[in-house]
């Protein structure tokens, strides 16, 4: 009569590391393995895993279904499937236990405690003995300078385009909304349309925002200006300037 395995509790990485466990502990080759002798053995070592109050991964009890059927199977005369899925398991358990052994020879070689030789001492030769060509040379001298010409300040003409440009206040932007009223332009669109510059654009949006916070205009929501009442379109002064 067979005695039954004792084995302590282990932390195992997956079911197929318990299986290799139970495997050399019952001192039997992997491919002879028998389904009806290693699940028992399986299941009482997730049950003494529950016992201890540790999370049993999902992936262990799929591998306990999975041996539930194989055994199933085998029950039945002339299970060629039975037969298949048992060489499956068997191939796999054959694959992780080189696995496991190809780690354990990597992490020999790169444990720290391993003799390491100290690098040599080289004698530097501070004379340059290599030759290049003329066209290498100028082509090495252009990227150098290259990258040394990036370093520098972009140039004044750069901001010549931003510099030059005259300001537009938001009064000049008030007095062109107020001419435009004026002049029957009464949508925002159509007074936008008669800008000239950058400038004068944000000018004169900058201008529709101050009317309107003022109550002098407003706004539909078609984008339709209308002038309050009780507010002329443009002033003498504002007539002045624009004579």
Known sequence: MREPLTYKLEAFEGPLDLLLHLIAQSKIRICDIVISDLLPQYLAQIEAMQEQQMEVASEFLEMAARL???KTVSLLPKSEEAEKMKQELTGQLLEYQECKRMAALLAEQLAFDRFVRAPMQLDVDPIYDRTHTPEQLMRAYLIAAGRAGRRLPPPAEQFHEIVAQPVVSVSSGIYHVLRALRRQYRTVDAVFATVQSRSQLVAVFLALLELIRGERITVSDTGELQ?????????????????
């Open 227 to 243: 002038l309050r009442e009780g507010h002329i379109a443009v002033s003498e002064e504002e007539n002045h300037a624009d004579s």
């Open 68 to 70: 539930v059927h194989i």
